[in-house]
């Protein structure tokens, strides 16, 4: 099936860097969400924007709804360890019976 | 407290058998899923289901079957025919109709000996 373009696949920082990752799309979407999985976990929703233009915060987390609806990026401001894990952003729609495409994960490890 | 659970943790498959991985909610959502994740990799669709007693196969269906008999519950069964099962299996729920996401389980990582 279809997977969100998303960059980059993996970034190495050091602790009180920020960093930024995006996703892109060819489909317009409703919704954007961005999750965090931490080692042998599920992953968990982090930021959810609904509106094409929407930025959003959660904490040192900043995520923006692309005017175009077919991208959204997140920012992480002055990481630090436990920061690290795979995030997946993700796209919703009402078509294809409202369900999630996935990105492909950026995997953030964060030196002490 | 509302949630899903995913059960076992960890479980391990001698070659040829069929095991079944558990997912049970509370949280009251019409639509579950199964996603197989591999080491390093995203998420691949397994099966879903949006209402009681349907389902449909998502992308990679081969060698796993599921049932959905009530809402609260969608087991998955990975079948000898899965040449590779070996992977971290996860369960997801969303609300049929809303565009808030899914909600994930825990995961069950299955390795075959």
């Known amino acids: 099936g279809q997977q969100l373009n998303q960059s980059p696949q993996s970034m190495f920082i050091q602790e009180g860097e920020d960093v930024s990752m995006n996703c892109t799309s060819s489909s317009i979407f409703n919704t954007w969400l961005w999750y965090k999985q931490d080692p042998g976990e599920g992953p968990v929703l982090l930021i959810a924007l609904y509106k094409a233009g929407e930025l959003t915060s959660n904490g040192r987390l900043t995520a923006q709804f692309g005017i175009t609806r077919k991208d959204s990026f997140l920012n992480i401001s002055a990481s630090i360890p436990s920061d690290v894990g795979i995030y997946f952003c993700?796209?919703?729609?009402?078509?294809?019976?409202?369900?999630?495409?996935f990105g492909g994960g950026t995997r953030l490890m964060v030196k002490p | 407290d509302g949630g899903i659970t995913q059960s076992p943790k960890y479980l391990f498959r001698k070659e040829g058998q069929n095991v079944t991985l558990s997912c049970e909610q509370n949280l009251n959502h019409d639509a579950m899923y199964w996603y197989r994740q591999d080491p390093g990799q995203g998420l691949r669709l397994i099966y879903y289901?949006?209402?009681?007693?349907?389902?449909q196969k998502g992308d990679i269906a081969e060698g796993y079957s599921v049932s959905r008999e009530k809402k609260e519950s969608f087991p998955l069964t990975v079948t000898s025919a899965q040449k590779n099962p070996t992977a971290f299996y996860l369960c997801a729920t969303g609300l049929d109709g809303k565009l808030y996401g899914y909600t994930f389980g825990s995961g069950t990582r299955l390795t075959v000996v």
């Open positions: 993700a796209g919703q729609g009402w078509n294809a019976g409202n369900m999630l495409t």
């Open positions: 289901s949006q209402i009681v007693n349907d389902f």
